[in-house]
């Protein structure tokens, strides 16, 4: 069974750090494109920051760019989402999930309709003083 679930968010003062957590069971991340998504109350989901298989390419929408750092751990089956200088509109439930692209799969923060099929719970992250 494939499965992604996320850890790490919380509660946090503007300017500080989170790290999320996405673990992946039934396969191996590396293989596949991973995306964070976020998605503020009221909003639709948006991606934040995505990583193309293997670390090939690592991508950021322009808002969390300088801040926010995606990375893998493959000893771990582990990507992680590392959130520095976080401001109040970074709050959100944020997500990892999964394409179903044949490798190497190549991301955007474009992504196609459909294109990620694999979800994460979710983990919130709020941002306030």
């Known amino acids: 069974q494939l499965q992604l679930v996320e850890s790490g968010g919380g509660l946090v003062q503007p300017g500080g750090s989170l790290r999320l957590s996405c673990a992946a069971t039934g396969f191996t991340l590396d293989y596949y494109a991973i995306g964070w998504f976020r998605q503020a109350p009221g909003k639709e989901r948006e991606v934040v920051s995505c990583r193309s298989s293997s670390d090939i390419s690592t991508e950021y929408v322009d808002s969390v760019k300088g801040r926010f750092t995606i990375y893998t751990d493959n000893s771990k089956n582990m990507v992680y989402l590392q959130m520095n200088s976080l401001k109040p509109e970074d709050t959100g439930v944020y997500y990892c999930?999964?394409?179903?692209?044949?490798?190497?799969?190549?991301?955007?923060?474009?992504?196609?309709?459909?294109?990620?099929?694999?979800w994460g719970q979710g983990t919130q992250v709020t941002v306030s003083s």
């Open positions: 999930a999964a394409t179903s692209d044949p490798y190497p799969a190549i991301c955007t923060v474009v992504p196609r309709k459909g294109q990620y099929i694999y």
